[in-house]
């Protein structure tokens, strides 16, 4: 009897998550890499200071959208499975599954590799100053880093939980580090970088679109909140007490990082060097930023690679908050603890797809590459999904993956015995 009850409860999430998880969660996943890569995009698919700030502060508000009716999809779709459950929940099976597909292939791969080759570079920097860190280092950092972290959140939901929180105040430090002295700098009179902040001679109107994608991809991670729902202690209350502080606290963080940028560093410099934050330090600190810490071959990559992300990315996200639309008119019947007005849902998916299609616009290469791996889950739906699986096939997968899980126990097992 004792072996079959714990049996039973391991099928269940424990509710290991509080409020100040949730809110570490939440910072943890937004910043990081983004804040220090992103300022070059969105500043030069802007064209000038004014204009970038004014990107970063719609990006937030838009990011506290999205975060909003994550958080009614999580209070009122109380399954596990994020952006995959919401679509497949109010849409259908097709969208979710092209979901899915783009996650697979474009999103999750391309977003994990940017993250962590930033992690690896701005580990390596201040060691190789003023040189540039070897590519090879700073891809074997990032690999480590990964898979550190990968194995951490397999082996145990608490530890992971305290090191994000760690890792939380850690981030929040860093972004004081950078917003303090270019505060002081500020106050102290030191405006210079802002005149002529809205020069309308370098402004880039046709490439607004990847400027808002360069910075949505520094607020990504809003969403986690809905996606540990089973997890968090009080949902229908943390979650979106859990979504509006970190949002708002980040917003008001990405700004002050941004105008500490510029306080020190003149647009051209955010443009050229490579570590952005590494050269606003040694500006704190009087050096000089002059550093040889510039572009190479392997950053200008990631312009393009943000499109292929961010476009599934829209797409998803853009897909969920419009099933949330018609979930309600559908099953206006079931409990409702957290509701957002209609125009919160209404002006982040409008958004999310105009943004889409002017794209097409600004870089039509990338984006219909980003699309066409969206599109190319069709045929695979149509061929795999909607025919029946063989019965063979199916008891195959099924033994293979039981096993896997069985050695997996097994191997954990005797490692917490050694």
């Not at 299609?357 to 870089?363: A, K, L, R, V």
Request: charged fraction near 15%; glycine fraction near 6%; include cysteine.
């Amino acid at each position: 009897m004792g072996k079959a009850k714990k049996e039973e409860e391991a099928v269940f999430l424990r509710k290991k998550i509080t409020l100040l998880r949730a809110f570490s969660l939440l910072i943890g996943s937004m910043v990081g890499s983004g804040i220090f890569i992103s300022p070059k995009g969105v500043l030069r698919n802007s064209g000038n200071v004014g204009l970038s700030l004014i990107i970063w502060l719609a990006c937030g508000i838009l990011s506290l959208f999205g975060a909003l009716c994550y958080a009614e999809l999580g209070t009122r779709i109380t399954k596990s499975g994020g952006h995959y459950i919401y679509i497949l929940e109010t849409l259908g099976p097709l969208p979710s599954f092209l979901f899915l597909w783009a996650e697979y292939f474009a999103i999750r791969p391309a977003n994990s590799a940017v993250v962590s080759l930033a992690f690896g570079r701005y580990i390596l920097e201040p060691f190789f100053a003023p040189c540039v860190a070897p590519l090879p280092a700073v891809k074997l950092v990032a690999l480590l880093g990964y898979y550190i972290v990968l194995i951490l959140n397999s082996w145990s939901v608490s530890w992971s939980a305290q090191l994000q929180t760690f890792l939380s105040v850690i981030k929040l430090a860093a972004l004081t580090l950078i917003i303090v002295p270019g505060m002081m700098l500020l106050a102290q009179g030191h405006t210079e970088n802002f005149q002529d902040a809205f020069n309308s001679q370098s402004l880039a109107l046709d490439k607004l679109p990847l400027a808002f994608y360069a910075g949505m991809f520094a607020y990504s991670g809003w969403f986690q909140a809905s996606f540990v729902r089973e997890e968090l202690v009080r949902p229908e209350r943390n979650i979106p007490l859990a979504v509006i502080v970190s949002v708002i606290t980040v917003i008001v963080g990405y700004m002050l990082t941004n105008v500490s940028y510029y306080t020190v560093l003149t647009a051209e410099d955010v443009l050229v060097f490579q570590a952005v934050a590494v050269d606003s330090v040694c500006g704190f600190q009087g050096g000089s930023v002059a550093s040889p810490l510039r572009d190479d071959p392997h950053s200008k990559t990631h312009p393009s690679s943000s499109c292929y992300v961010n476009v599934p990315s829209g797409y998803c996200y853009g897909l969920a908050t419009l099933g949330l639309i018609v979930h309600r008119y559908r099953h206006p019947e079931l409990p409702r603890p957290f509701k957002v007005p209609l125009f919160v849902p209404v002006s982040f998916t409008t958004i999310c797809l105009f943004t889409v299609g002017m794209s097409f616009y600004s870089d039509p290469v990338s984006i219909s590459i980003g699309c066409a791996m969206v599109l190319s889950g069709f045929p695979v739906y149509y061929l795999v999904v909607c025919r029946p699986m063989p019965k063979c096939c199916h008891d195959l997968f099924y033994h293979l993956t039981f096993k896997l899980q069985v050695l997996l126990e097994v191997i954990k097992q005797e490692i917490r015995t050694y």
